[in-house]
Protein backbone atom coordinates (compact mmCIF):
# COMPACT_ATOMS: atom_id res chain seq x y z
CA UNK A 1 0.00 0.00 0.00
CA UNK A 2 2.84 2.51 0.73
CA UNK A 3 4.35 1.74 -2.22
CA UNK A 4 1.06 2.77 -4.50
CA UNK A 5 0.86 6.22 -2.13
CA UNK A 6 4.87 6.38 -2.67
CA UNK A 7 4.15 6.36 -6.11
CA UNK A 8 1.64 8.75 -6.52
CA UNK A 9 3.24 11.18 -4.31
CA UNK A 10 6.41 11.19 -6.94
CA UNK A 11 4.19 11.72 -9.88
CA UNK A 12 1.79 14.03 -7.95
CA UNK A 13 4.67 15.93 -7.19
CA UNK A 14 7.18 16.11 -10.36
CA UNK A 15 4.29 16.27 -12.95
CA UNK A 16 2.09 18.79 -10.47
CA UNK A 17 5.30 20.72 -10.18
CA UNK A 18 5.65 20.82 -13.87
CA UNK A 19 2.05 22.15 -14.66
CA UNK A 20 2.20 24.77 -11.94
CA UNK A 21 5.29 26.63 -14.55
CA UNK A 22 2.61 26.66 -17.16
CA UNK A 23 3.49 23.89 -18.94
CA UNK A 24 1.81 21.07 -20.52
CA UNK A 25 1.91 17.65 -19.81
CA UNK A 26 1.90 16.66 -23.80
CA UNK A 27 5.12 18.27 -23.82
CA UNK A 28 6.59 15.27 -22.07
CA UNK A 29 4.62 12.79 -24.46
CA UNK A 30 7.52 11.02 -26.46
CA UNK A 31 6.63 7.30 -26.66
CA UNK A 32 9.51 6.49 -28.52
CA UNK A 33 11.96 7.53 -25.36
CA UNK A 34 9.97 5.38 -23.21
CA UNK A 35 10.24 2.53 -25.91
CA UNK A 36 14.55 3.28 -26.11
CA UNK A 37 14.42 3.85 -22.37
CA UNK A 38 12.63 1.02 -21.33
CA UNK A 39 12.99 -1.57 -23.93
CA UNK A 40 17.04 -1.45 -23.11
CA UNK A 41 16.48 -1.63 -19.46
CA UNK A 42 14.67 -4.51 -19.62
CA UNK A 43 16.82 -5.87 -22.20
CA UNK A 44 19.35 -5.49 -20.12
CA UNK A 45 17.83 -6.96 -17.06
CA UNK A 46 17.11 -9.91 -18.87
CA UNK A 47 20.92 -10.20 -20.43
CA UNK A 48 22.58 -10.04 -16.55
CA UNK A 49 20.17 -12.51 -14.68
CA UNK A 50 19.13 -16.07 -14.91
CA UNK A 51 15.43 -16.77 -15.11
CA UNK A 52 14.87 -17.73 -11.65
CA UNK A 53 16.21 -14.09 -10.60
CA UNK A 54 13.96 -12.95 -12.92
CA UNK A 55 10.59 -14.51 -12.47
CA UNK A 56 11.32 -13.54 -8.19
CA UNK A 57 11.99 -10.10 -9.27
CA UNK A 58 8.56 -9.21 -10.87
CA UNK A 59 6.72 -11.59 -8.13
CA UNK A 60 8.79 -9.30 -5.33
CA UNK A 61 7.89 -5.75 -6.73
CA UNK A 62 4.50 -6.71 -7.12
CA UNK A 63 4.36 -8.46 -3.55
CA UNK A 64 5.32 -5.08 -2.76
CA UNK A 65 1.56 -4.46 -2.52
CA UNK A 66 0.37 -6.58 0.13
CA UNK A 67 2.07 -6.49 3.60
CA UNK A 68 4.56 -8.46 4.65
CA UNK A 69 4.18 -12.34 5.01
CA UNK A 70 4.43 -12.35 9.01
CA UNK A 71 2.71 -9.66 11.36
CA UNK A 72 2.41 -9.44 15.10
CA UNK A 73 -0.14 -12.33 14.94
CA UNK A 74 1.40 -14.33 12.42
CA UNK A 75 4.67 -14.62 14.60
CA UNK A 76 2.18 -15.41 17.65
CA UNK A 77 1.13 -18.24 15.77
CA UNK A 78 4.95 -19.21 14.76
CA UNK A 79 6.10 -19.20 18.11
CA UNK A 80 2.92 -20.89 19.63
CA UNK A 81 3.59 -23.56 17.16
CA UNK A 82 7.63 -24.08 18.26
CA UNK A 83 6.35 -23.93 21.45
CA UNK A 84 4.13 -27.34 20.91
CA UNK A 85 6.90 -29.32 18.87
CA UNK A 86 8.90 -28.57 22.17
CA UNK A 87 6.44 -29.64 24.51
CA UNK A 88 6.24 -32.59 22.66
CA UNK A 89 9.64 -33.65 22.73
CA UNK A 90 9.94 -32.71 25.99
CA UNK A 91 6.93 -35.38 27.53
CA UNK A 92 7.51 -37.72 25.22
CA UNK A 93 11.26 -37.89 23.66
CA UNK A 94 13.09 -36.19 20.82
CA UNK A 95 11.80 -38.83 18.43
CA UNK A 96 8.28 -38.52 19.17
CA UNK A 97 8.24 -35.50 16.88
CA UNK A 98 9.44 -37.63 13.72
CA UNK A 99 5.58 -38.58 12.89
CA UNK A 100 4.87 -35.30 12.95
CA UNK A 101 7.56 -34.16 10.74
CA UNK A 102 6.95 -36.73 8.37
CA UNK A 103 3.90 -35.37 7.08
CA UNK A 104 2.92 -32.06 8.81
CA UNK A 105 -0.13 -32.01 6.61
CA UNK A 106 -1.44 -34.54 8.74
CA UNK A 107 -0.05 -33.83 12.24
CA UNK A 108 -2.02 -32.68 14.65
CA UNK A 109 0.77 -30.25 15.94
CA UNK A 110 0.89 -28.64 12.38
CA UNK A 111 -2.52 -28.50 11.62
CA UNK A 112 -3.24 -25.94 14.02
CA UNK A 113 -1.47 -23.13 12.60
CA UNK A 114 -2.65 -23.19 9.12
CA UNK A 115 -0.83 -19.79 8.08
CA UNK A 116 2.49 -21.65 9.07
CA UNK A 117 1.65 -24.79 7.49
CA UNK A 118 0.85 -23.17 3.54
CA UNK A 119 4.89 -21.60 4.25
CA UNK A 120 5.96 -23.91 2.41
CA UNK A 121 10.08 -22.51 2.82
CA UNK A 122 8.84 -22.14 6.63
CA UNK A 123 8.08 -25.90 6.91
CA UNK A 124 11.21 -26.78 5.35
CA UNK A 125 13.30 -24.94 7.55
CA UNK A 126 11.37 -26.53 10.25
CA UNK A 127 11.41 -29.47 9.40
CA UNK A 128 14.86 -30.23 8.41
CA UNK A 129 16.12 -28.63 11.38
CA UNK A 130 14.18 -31.10 13.22
CA UNK A 131 15.05 -34.15 11.39
CA UNK A 132 18.64 -33.01 12.41
CA UNK A 133 17.99 -32.59 16.34
CA UNK A 134 16.22 -36.22 15.92
CA UNK A 135 18.89 -37.75 14.10
CA UNK A 136 21.93 -35.84 14.01
CA UNK A 137 23.44 -35.97 17.63
CA UNK A 138 24.67 -32.83 16.95
CA UNK A 139 26.21 -30.18 19.97
CA UNK A 140 23.96 -27.20 20.24
CA UNK A 141 27.06 -24.86 18.78
CA UNK A 142 27.65 -27.78 15.67
CA UNK A 143 23.56 -27.18 15.28
CA UNK A 144 23.85 -23.31 16.10
CA UNK A 145 26.88 -23.05 13.22
CA UNK A 146 24.92 -25.10 10.73
CA UNK A 147 21.80 -23.12 10.74
CA UNK A 148 23.50 -19.88 10.45
CA UNK A 149 25.23 -21.54 7.21
CA UNK A 150 21.45 -22.34 5.99
CA UNK A 151 20.56 -18.52 6.83
CA UNK A 152 22.95 -16.65 5.05
CA UNK A 153 22.18 -18.85 1.68
CA UNK A 154 18.95 -18.49 2.47
CA UNK A 155 19.26 -14.71 2.86
CA UNK A 156 21.72 -14.29 -0.09
CA UNK A 157 19.33 -16.04 -2.18
CA UNK A 158 16.13 -13.91 -0.95
CA UNK A 159 18.29 -10.45 -1.88
CA UNK A 160 19.08 -11.67 -5.34
CA UNK A 161 16.07 -9.98 -6.54
CA UNK A 162 16.64 -6.92 -4.97
CA UNK A 163 20.24 -6.41 -6.25
CA UNK A 164 18.98 -7.10 -9.58
CA UNK A 165 16.50 -4.51 -9.73
CA UNK A 166 18.75 -2.04 -8.24
CA UNK A 167 21.22 -2.63 -11.04
CA UNK A 168 18.47 -1.91 -13.47
CA UNK A 169 18.02 1.72 -11.24
CA UNK A 170 21.41 2.41 -11.44
CA UNK A 171 21.71 1.85 -15.12
CA UNK A 172 18.29 3.78 -16.14
CA UNK A 173 20.15 7.26 -16.59
CA UNK A 174 22.65 5.88 -18.53
CA UNK A 175 19.50 4.92 -20.99
CA UNK A 176 18.01 8.22 -20.20
CA UNK A 177 21.52 9.81 -21.97
CA UNK A 178 21.00 7.08 -25.21
CA UNK A 179 18.06 8.28 -25.68
CA UNK A 180 18.93 12.15 -25.31
CA UNK A 181 22.10 11.26 -28.32
CA UNK A 182 20.07 9.57 -30.05
CA UNK A 183 17.25 12.40 -30.04
CA UNK A 184 20.19 14.87 -30.88
CA UNK A 185 20.80 13.05 -33.88
CA UNK A 186 17.80 12.93 -35.60
CA UNK A 187 17.99 16.46 -34.38
CA UNK A 188 20.99 17.35 -36.50
CA UNK A 189 19.64 14.95 -39.11
CA UNK A 190 16.66 17.27 -39.34
CA UNK A 191 18.14 20.55 -39.29
CA UNK A 192 18.88 21.20 -42.83
CA UNK A 193 15.54 23.47 -43.45
CA UNK A 194 13.97 23.50 -40.45
CA UNK A 195 12.29 25.71 -38.65
CA UNK A 196 13.31 26.73 -34.96
CA UNK A 197 9.86 25.50 -33.31
CA UNK A 198 10.54 22.53 -35.40
CA UNK A 199 14.42 22.39 -34.05
CA UNK A 200 13.04 23.10 -30.50
CA UNK A 201 10.62 20.40 -30.43
CA UNK A 202 13.14 17.72 -31.58
CA UNK A 203 15.44 18.97 -28.79
CA UNK A 204 12.65 19.07 -26.26
CA UNK A 205 11.78 15.47 -26.47
CA UNK A 206 15.74 14.52 -26.62
CA UNK A 207 15.87 16.41 -23.02
CA UNK A 208 12.81 14.01 -22.38
CA UNK A 209 14.66 11.21 -22.42
CA UNK A 210 17.39 12.12 -19.77
CA UNK A 211 14.07 13.13 -17.84
CA UNK A 212 12.78 9.86 -18.19
CA UNK A 213 15.73 8.35 -16.85
CA UNK A 214 16.39 10.14 -14.18
CA UNK A 215 13.18 9.86 -12.95
CA UNK A 216 12.06 5.91 -13.21
CA UNK A 217 15.32 5.69 -11.45
CA UNK A 218 15.52 7.44 -8.75
CA UNK A 219 11.57 7.88 -8.23
CA UNK A 220 10.66 4.32 -9.14
CA UNK A 221 12.67 1.56 -9.42
CA UNK A 222 15.61 2.37 -6.78
CA UNK A 223 12.86 2.59 -4.08
CA UNK A 224 10.96 -0.45 -5.15
CA UNK A 225 14.53 -2.32 -5.06
CA UNK A 226 15.31 -1.00 -1.28
CA UNK A 227 11.49 -1.78 -0.26
CA UNK A 228 12.16 -5.57 -1.67
CA UNK A 229 16.07 -5.87 0.20
CA UNK A 230 13.58 -4.24 3.30
CA UNK A 231 11.14 -6.76 3.06
CA UNK A 232 13.26 -10.07 2.28
CA UNK A 233 15.22 -8.60 5.23
CA UNK A 234 11.83 -8.92 7.32
CA UNK A 235 10.95 -12.07 6.13
CA UNK A 236 13.98 -13.64 6.88
CA UNK A 237 13.39 -12.73 10.30
CA UNK A 238 10.80 -15.61 10.99
CA UNK A 239 13.66 -18.36 10.26
CA UNK A 240 15.70 -16.91 12.61
CA UNK A 241 13.03 -16.86 15.33
CA UNK A 242 12.90 -20.69 15.20
CA UNK A 243 16.41 -21.52 14.76
CA UNK A 244 16.97 -19.62 17.85
CA UNK A 245 14.13 -21.40 19.68
CA UNK A 246 15.54 -25.28 18.85
CA UNK A 247 18.61 -24.22 19.77
CA UNK A 248 18.22 -23.04 23.12
CA UNK A 249 15.88 -26.37 23.27
CA UNK A 250 18.61 -28.32 22.21
CA UNK A 251 21.19 -26.34 24.87
CA UNK A 252 18.68 -27.53 27.77
CA UNK A 253 16.05 -24.75 28.34
CA UNK A 254 12.36 -25.71 28.70
CA UNK A 255 10.01 -24.97 26.20
CA UNK A 256 9.17 -21.62 27.85
CA UNK A 257 12.34 -20.19 27.91
CA UNK A 258 13.13 -21.08 24.70
CA UNK A 259 10.02 -19.50 23.08
CA UNK A 260 11.64 -16.15 24.95
CA UNK A 261 14.94 -16.77 23.44
CA UNK A 262 13.55 -16.63 20.00
CA UNK A 263 10.71 -13.56 21.14
CA UNK A 264 13.59 -11.21 22.08
CA UNK A 265 14.82 -11.50 18.44
CA UNK A 266 11.91 -9.67 16.86
CA UNK A 267 11.75 -6.42 15.80
CA UNK A 268 9.39 -3.99 18.33
CA UNK A 269 6.24 -3.65 15.93
CA UNK A 270 5.66 -7.20 15.58
CA UNK A 271 7.00 -8.55 18.87
CA UNK A 272 4.19 -9.29 21.20
CA UNK A 273 4.95 -8.50 25.03
CA UNK A 274 5.89 -11.50 27.49
CA UNK A 275 2.75 -11.34 29.02
CA UNK A 276 0.47 -11.55 26.05
CA UNK A 277 2.93 -14.51 24.30
CA UNK A 278 2.58 -16.38 27.92
CA UNK A 279 -1.42 -15.99 27.63
CA UNK A 280 -1.11 -17.34 23.95
CA UNK A 281 0.89 -20.54 25.24
CA UNK A 282 -1.39 -21.31 27.96
CA UNK A 283 -4.03 -21.30 25.76
CA UNK A 284 -5.85 -18.23 26.87
CA UNK A 285 -6.24 -14.70 24.51
CA UNK A 286 -4.42 -11.93 25.49
CA UNK A 287 -6.23 -8.97 26.65
Known sequence: MFAIIGSVVVMGSVLGGFMMGGSSLLLLWHPLEVVVICGAALGAFLISNPLKVVKASFAGALGLVKGPRYGRAEYIQLL????????????????????????PSKSDVFKKYPGVLSDHHMMEFITDCLRLICGGNLDPHELESLLEYELET????????????????????GFGIVAAVLGIVSTMAAIDGASTAEIGHKVGAALVGTFLGILVAYGFVGPIAAAMEHKAHEESKAFEVVKMALVASVR?????????????????????NFKDLEQELRGKKAA
Open 80 to 103: KLVYDILVVMRKDGVLAIERHIED
Open 154 to 173: HHKEASEPSHAVQKVADALP
Open 252 to 272: GYPPPVAVEFARKLLFSEVRP
